[in-house]
């Protein structure tokens, strides 16, 4: 029977390596070698990585739960998008929220916020204009505009209708952007950015 | 504003019939409905004094003091309001995850939830954002 500790580091271990850290995965490897050897430990400890696997297995599709961490690869569009800015790089917008789910859309938008670039109608439209297809540029605005939106709901509306949600989602990040330069400002109305907060402040 | 509450009022009828069967068997999934609806929108501070009463009688004392400081923040002096805007504005433009979470918890320890999870939101985007720059 595995202890709870056992169960954590479990799952921290599964966690890390879906996350892309190479040294989890090696040990996860090395414990099923082990247990394979029949160490009695290991094969405790394989059985538990296994059920835990079972139980919650990976989903690499676009993430919108709000409990997924990011992937080495969304890392790595995040980093893009900080050195070449929204206009360049268009495209780590659009693969962020599909490694990072909500978390990857937040970071973006507090990238975006905390950039160099105030986000400007004008800037939206120039970002905009990099995306060829008019449909999915129609998304990208519809993300910008209901980027306040809870992103699962959103992501089931899309799916219903059969929208690519890649671009809303990509939108959703830019919008998110604006609120936060917005509510930063004197007199801003906190509950334009977020209605329970802003009730809370008497608003 | 008047569908939560009808939904408040449905729910509290189903906990209240609930209830007789349940006595004080702590947070159960309707009352978490209830709960949760009463804290994360706005609401009426009589309606949130009466439901923390409930909640009281129902042994979640710590809900019910949840529900009182949440009352209490609309009946806050304007300056005071005025005040915690302002650190509010200062902590999201703030680049700095640890000032950010300390403001969280001070706007949680209020019943300020909603400004303390808002904040605790931009303060994880901030640590994202970082490890990727």
């Known amino acids: 029977m595995a202890s709870v500790e056992m169960q954590k580091a479990a799952a921290e271990l599964i966690e890390r390596s879906r996350a892309g850290d190479q040294n989890a995965t090696a040990m996860i490897i090395e414990i099923r070698r082990a247990a394979l050897r029949g160490v009695k430990k290991a094969q405790i400890g394989f059985d538990l990585l296994r059920r835990l696997v079972e139980a919650n297995p990976h989903r690499p599709e676009i993430r919108l739960d709000g409990s997924d961490r990011m992937g080495a690869e969304g890392y790595e569009a995040l980093g893009a998008l900080a050195k070449r800015g929204p206009i ?4 780590a917008l659009v693969i962020i929220p599909s490694t990072g789910g909500e978390d990857g859309i937040t970071a973006a938008a507090v990238l975006l916020a905390n950039g160099p670039q105030p986000i400007t109608k004008r800037l939206v439209s120039d970002i905009a204009a990099g ?5 999915h540029r129609k998304l990208f605005f519809y993300g910008v505009q209901c980027c ?9 509306e899309l799916s219903g209708r059969g929208d690519e949600p890649l671009f809303v989602h990509a939108g959703r990040c830019v919008g998110l952007a604006r609120s936060i330069q917005r509510v930063r400002l ?3 109305r906190i509950s334009a950015f977020n209605v329970s907060a802003g009730w809370e402040l008497g608003e | 504003m008047l569908l939560p509450v009808a939904v408040i009022l449905l729910g509290s009828g189903t906990w209240y019939a609930v ?3 349940t006595k004080n068997a702590g947070m159960t999934a309707e009352r978490k ?10 609401q009426d501070p009589d309606l949130l004094r009466e439901m923390a009463d409930v909640f009281d009688k129902h042994g979640l004392k710590e809900q019910g003091a949840l529900l009182r400081k949440r009352a209490n923040l609309r009946e806050l002096p304007p300056e005071t309001k005025e005040t915690h805007k302002q650190i509010f504005r200062e902590a999201m433009a703030s680049k700095d995850p640890a000032y950010v979470l ?4 001070a706007f949680d320890k209020q019943g300020a939830t909603g400004n303390a999870a808002a ?7 901030l640590k994202t954002s970082a490890k990727a720059a």
Do not use: C
Request: proline share 4%; hydrophobic share 40%; aromatic share 4%.
């Open chain 2, 102 to 105: 300390g403001i969280a918890v």
């Open chain 1, 88 to 91: 360049l790089a268009l495209a």
């Open chain 2, 119 to 125: 904040l605790r939101k931009y303060a994880a985007g």
């Open chain 1, 131 to 135: 995306i060829d297809e008019t449909q």
């Open chain 2, 19 to 21: 209830s007789k069967r």
């Open chain 1, 148 to 156: 306040g939106l809870d992103g699962r709901s959103l992501a089931d």
């Open chain 2, 33 to 42: 409905v209830i709960f949760d609806q009463l804290i994360n929108q706005p």
């Open chain 1, 186 to 188: 004197p007199n801003s």
